[in-house]
């Protein structure tokens, strides 16, 4: 679906519900529009052959009546109506929102994009086969499987054992039509370093009943990043800001929390990471925007309500005045 004009239809649309949003950062523009008409056609049952009706829908889906909908644990939500007379992947995690209703997050908005890890985006057979990539992309699970337990979004990525409880932990890890993974790759394009995999053995022989789970494959992609920071401690990294080891000012495994799994082929997913928060980085420079979404938990994100300045910075009349530098986010 690359190069498929029709991801113009919606890209307004994604544009401004998802502008502070983590995946917009990670997969930029085309891949998340690319996914959330994925979502809409395939899971909601949209149609887009009539153009200006298919925008229309794909913006009510991020309405729950004339607000955008609360996700108990992850205030900032981005998250996209589930249909509940359709039947979703198997694979598709949804989450119920404070009215009961149920509904997929699609991406997550933060107030400090430079404490996400940049990683690069894995798209198979770009180079040799386009065609193949986007046959491929087409067929993948596009709802990015978020790590939400314990009050928060998020688990530390450090060897402090593995992580039970979490929402829908007991879930299989399945392929798109429902059959068994018995392996994955975890692939992890970190800025200033070669492209990194390791497969991951979905099943688990002192523990079958964590076998095949979406648990294991988080517990297993935490043990993978952790593996990737050992063996590249003594790699020359490109990017200075970036480098990982355990030396002073260096990025350690202790240093990072796993936010969400996305898969990015039929055999592969990439991890969606982030710094601690009392992490100074190289070189620090933060994000800075109008828009403020709740500061992360050390484990996730905090129970704080969202809040944007409706006026931008550069409105002398208004910023000047206190109590419209921040309001409560708006329901649009």
């Known amino acids: 679906m690359y190069g498929d004009t029709r991801l113009d239809l919606i890209h307004d649309v994604v544009a401004s519900k998802?502008?502070?949003?983590?995946l917009?950062?990670?997969?930029?523009?085309?891949?998340?529009?690319?996914?959330?008409?994925?979502?809409?056609?395939?899971?909601?049952?949209?149609?887009?052959?009539?153009?200006?009706t298919f925008r229309a829908f794909v913006r009510s889906c991020y309405h729950e009546g004339?607000?955008?909908?609360?996700?108990?644990?992850?205030?900032?939500?981005?998250?996209?109506y589930a249909r509940p007379d359709l039947k979703c992947s198997n694979v598709a995690h949804t989450y119920t929102s404070t009215s009961g209703q149920q509904w997929y997050i699609l991406d997550?908005?933060?107030?400090?994009?430079s404490r996400i890890v940049p990683l690069g985006l894995y798209m198979p057979y770009r180079e040799l086969a386009p065609g193949r990539t986007a046959s491929i992309l087409d067929s993948i699970e596009p709802i990015p499987l978020w790590v939400v337990g314990n009050g928060s979004l998020g688990v530390p990525v450090g060897p402090q054992g593995d992580v039970c409880t979490w929402q829908h932990g007991e879930k299989p890890f399945t392929n798109t039509n429902g059959s068994p993974r018995s392996?994955?790759?975890?692939?992890?394009?970190?800025p200033?370093?070669?492209?990194?995999?390791?497969?991951?053995?979905?099943?688990?022989?002192?523990?079958?009943?964590?076998?095949?789970?979406?648990?294991?494959?988080?517990?297993?992609?935490?043990?993978?990043?952790?593996?990737?920071?050992?063996?590249?401690?003594?790699?020359?990294?490109?990017n200075s800001r970036w480098?990982?080891?355990?030396?002073?000012?260096?990025?350690?495994?202790?240093?990072?929390?796993?936010?969400?799994?996305?898969?990015?082929?039929?055999?592969?997913?990439?991890?969606?990471?982030?710094?601690?928060?009392?992490?100074?980085?190289?070189?620090?420079?933060?994000?800075q925007t109008a828009?403020?979404?709740?500061?992360f938990h050390v484990y996730g994100s905090s129970l704080a309500p969202c809040s944007y300045d409706p006026f931008g910075s550069d409105n002398q009349e208004l910023s000047s005045l206190g109590q419209f530098d921040y309001v409560q986010m708006p329901c649009y």
Request: hydrophobic share 40%; aromatic share 8%.
């Open 183 to 190: 392996t994955v790759f975890v692939r992890i394009k970190w």
């Open 108 to 113: 997550v908005a933060a107030n400090d994009l």
């Open 243 to 287: 480098v990982v080891g355990d030396m002073p000012g260096q990025i350690s495994a202790k240093d990072l929390i796993l936010l969400a799994v996305v898969v990015v082929s039929h055999g592969a997913i990439m991890p969606i990471l982030k710094l601690r928060d009392d992490y100074v980085l190289r070189n620090s420079c933060p994000f």
């Open 24 to 52: 917009m950062y990670i997969l930029k523009s085309e891949e998340l529009c690319r996914r959330i008409q994925a979502v809409a056609i395939r899971y909601n049952n949209g149609d887009p052959a009539g153009p200006n």
């Open 291 to 295: 828009s403020t979404v709740p500061p």
């Open 66 to 80: 004339h607000c955008r909908p609360r996700i108990p644990f992850v205030p900032g939500a981005i998250a996209f």
């Open 192 to 238: 200033g370093y070669n492209i990194w995999e390791s497969q991951i053995r979905m099943k688990n022989d002192s523990r079958p009943e964590d076998s095949y789970t979406f648990r294991r494959l988080v517990n297993q992609t935490r043990m993978k990043v952790r593996k990737f920071v050992s063996d590249n401690t003594s790699t020359p990294c490109r």
């Open 18 to 22: 998802h502008e502070h949003g983590i």
